[in-house]
């Protein structure tokens, strides 16, 4: 009896064992997000390159954090949140000493940026990010300032000078922040968006950038923007404020941007939906330019025109057709009105 009563004891005890472990093993795994805090760039190259595979890790940065090895790449398969220790409601850096980009985000990476600033140490040029193709760098909050992408001869099949803040092939989203302050040798001066890049503005602010060429604030291929701010961008060429094939607004501002040659505002093909493109400067077209590629709604201005015409001109023949037929009608009354006096007298 004895026996079978320990043995008993011992059989639940092994199951409550066995029901913690199940227990651990499964807070573990739905666990959507590991948190980390860094004080050093040795600290935090190492918690970019333990994060793991497929799991959403968010790095805090305790201090401001300069790296002196390079910038700071994304891996594939990484999906990485930046923000800061802000207690006091303080953006922390994260500052590279090295004539390189920032942050580098390779194809299938995720950088999410949060609440830091990306910037270049006084003497080190290069873009604040780059995005690689297949790679995603979506900004909630924080700020890209400061950086300067010159344009300088590297090869024969390698550019620079494109983006000063932002360089993107791959998928960027904003939804707040600001980018500010940086300097594109050639084109872009605070975003450019390469040709296969998708770029779509949700939020934020980009201003005061500078682009020798295009796009004071951003350049490149298609831009989509439905809220946020972009002023006081400049470039050397044309499009102070945005410069890009095709420009689809939604809502927000463009103001206050300065174009040596056309278009202040923008310089692309326009679909306007709503917004406010005003108090731009440029030689020619300053809000828009080529005024003849603005569209409303998805139709151009010229196309709007023509179906305006058109129905003016349908109006009037209408018109014309009812007074004649009026007209002729009233003759004819007035003739049967002068037949029937003759007849009487």
């Known amino acids: 009896m004895l026996f079978v009563s320990l043995l008993f004891v011992f059989v639940l005890l092994v199951s409550l064992f066995s029901c913690v472990l199940v227990v651990g093993v499964e807070n573990v795994s739905s666990s959507e997000e590991i948190v980390m805090h860094v004080k050093s760039d040795r600290e935090l190259y190492n918690a970019v390159r333990n994060a793991p595979n497929g799991t959403s890790v968010v ?65 080190y040029m290069d873009r604040g990010i780059w995005v690689y193709l297949g790679g995603t760098f979506i ?56 040709v296969d890049g998708i770029f779509t503005m949700y939020g934020g602010k980009i201003s005061n950038n500078t682009a020798k060429r295009y796009g004071g604030g951003v350049s490149g291929g298609g831009f989509e923007m439905f809220d946020g701010e972009i002023s006081g961008n400049t470039a050397g060429e044309s499009g102070g404020g945005v410069a890009t094939s095709v420009f689809t607004m939604h809502n927000g501002l463009i103001t206050g941007n300065t174009a040596e040659q056309y278009g202040g505002g923008v310089f692309a093909t326009v679909n306007k939906f709503g917004g406010t493109i005003s108090g731009n400067k ?18 151009s201005l010229r196309s709007i025109m023509a179906i305006c015409a058109g129905v003016i001109g349908i109006m009037v023949v209408v018109l014309l057709f009812r007074y004649f037929k009026s007209h002729k009608t009233s003759v004819h009354r007035r003739n049967r009105k002068n037949v029937s006096k003759s007849i009487c007298f």
């Not at 700071?72 to 949140?81: R, V």
């Not at 440029?282 to 139709?299: E, L, R, V």
């Open 139 to 194: 900004m909630y909050d924080g700020k890209i300032v400061g950086n300067t992408n010159p344009d300088a001869y590297v090869s024969v099949s390698t550019r620079s000078g494109f983006g000063g803040g932002v360089e993107n092939r791959g998928t960027f989203v904003m939804f707040g922040g600001e980018i500010s302050g940086n300097v594109a040798g050639n084109d872009g001066g605070g975003v450019f968006n390469e």
């Open 59 to 123: 790095i805090v940065l305790d201090n401001d954090i300069t790296l002196t090895e390079g910038g700071l790449g994304i891996p594939t398969n990484k999906d990485i949140t930046l923000t800061s220790n802000d207690n006091e409601n303080v953006f922390y850096q994260l500052i590279c000493a090295k004539s390189t980009c920032t942050i580098f985000v390779w194809p299938d990476g995720v950088l999410r940026l949060d609440g830091v600033i990306v910037t270049h140490a006084e003497g």
């Open 282 to 299: 440029a030689q020619k077209g300053s809000d828009i330019f080529p005024p003849s590629n603005n569209t409303i709604g998805g139709y």
